[in-house]
């Protein structure tokens, strides 16, 4: 059995949707301005995500992360998908430590940063066990 190989020379795949940086800075700003709006209709919070973004982009999981980590999609949208993600991630976080939303920060300060809250329970003192006599 032999596997296929695809020939080095040829790239296989559709052609990118976003072909500059210019038109990711439109789709990221036009993401980001929606978000704002429906911020101000709802009486909740609701910050931006990276699956919205990547809804907004128009492209696949795999397709995001490799936009973040290729050297030749860097080159092509510079830093601008790299500082969407860390605006999105600052948000989130801020959003985390709100009135309604503590437990979201206690989870994260347990998760990320190991701090959880741990119940002491007093075990000096006289522990007397009685044993049925059908046991002994």
Known sequence: MTIFRAPSAKTFGRKRK????????????????????RNKESDSFKPPTIAGLRHALGVSKSTFNRYLEDEKCQKLYGNTLIDAVNYIEWITEEALFGKETHLGAKYVMGSRFGVNEKKQVETSGEIRLVIDERYK
Do not use: D, H, S, W
């Open 18 to 37: 976003i072909t500059n940086e210019l038109q990711m800075k439109k789709i990221l700003r036009a993401y980001f301005n929606e978000m704002e709006e």
